[in-house]
Nanobody
């Protein structure tokens, strides 16, 4: 099974930037769709963005479009989420996930990391 670990979360102020990284091990993630999700307390898990390993395409939720950027390093099997102009509403636990097809639904992803907390203060 694939093991995924997120890192880079922390406490920042609104307007700051933060870079999250998802490191993977086990099976190769080539041909997997990699997604970033987030979940705030008392809220449903929300799709943030995704990236294909071989196609070079990225996808973003409207709420983060223009502020967040997903990148990949296939040699290291990592997927990063660069978050700029952070807002208090970005506060959540951020998860990386992998699936065989692209989807904005969390149920369509089969491998998940443990999550990393991002807290944005005003």
């Amino acid at each position: 099974q694939v093991h995924m670990v997120e890192s880079g979360g922390g406490l920042v102020q609104a307007g700051d930037s933060l870079r999250l990284s998802c490191a993977t091990s086990g099976r190769s993630f080539t041909n997997y769709f990699m997604g970033w999700f987030r979940q705030a307390p008392r809220k449903e898990r929300e799709f943030v963005g995704g990236i294909t390993w071989t196609g070079g395409s990225t996808y973003y939720a409207d709420s983060v479009k223009g502020r967040f950027t997903i990148s990949r390093d296939n040699a290291k099997n990592t997927v990063d989420l660069e978050m700029n102009s952070l807002k208090t509403e970005d506060t959540a636990v951020y998860y990386c996930a992998a699936g065989v097809v692209f989807s904005t639904r969390s149920r369509d992803y089969v491998y998940w990391g443990q999550g990393t907390q991002v807290t944005v203060s005003s």
